[in-house]
């Protein structure tokens, strides 16, 4: 079992800038992907910005050019720099960390909350 811990989120204004870190309990090279997810109240999670083994990246479109998500494997931490933040961003954000080959397996982190005001 790993335990995933994120930290970092807050309140912030609109414009300014946070950072989030997921801290894993074990090594991160045992996950093919790590992804940051969010939760806004009233609606799904949904995905915000993933990462492979191999530093491939994706990112939601809503995202794209404002948010970096990186990953140190020797903290065994995946962060999700986050600029120019706006209303829109406020939710609930979820570390998750995925075995895509045998033995299969996701695990989820408790979730921070973000707050940007207007």
């Known amino acids: 079992q790993v335990q995933l811990v994120e930290s970092g989120g807050g309140l912030v204004q609109a414009g300014g800038s946070l950072r989030l870190s997921c801290a894993a309990s074990?090594?991160?090279?045992?996950?093919?992907?790590m992804g940051w997810y969010r939760q806004a109240p009233g609606k799904q999670r949904t995905l915000v910005a993933s990462?492979?083994?191999?530093?491939?990246?994706n990112y939601a479109d809503s995202v794209k050019g404002r948010f970096t998500i990186s990953r140190d494997n020797v903290k065994n931490t995946v962060y999700l720099q986050m600029n120019s933040l706006k209303p829109d961003d406020t939710a609930v954000y979820y570390c998750?960390?995925?075995?895509?080959?045998?033995?299969?397996?996701?695990?989820w982190g408790q979730g921070t909350q973000v707050t940007v005001s207007s």
């Open positions: 074990g090594s991160i090279l045992s996950f093919n992907a």
């Open positions: 998750r960390a995925d075995r895509t080959v045998p033995p299969y397996f996701t695990f």
């Open positions: 990462i492979t083994s191999n530093e491939s990246t």
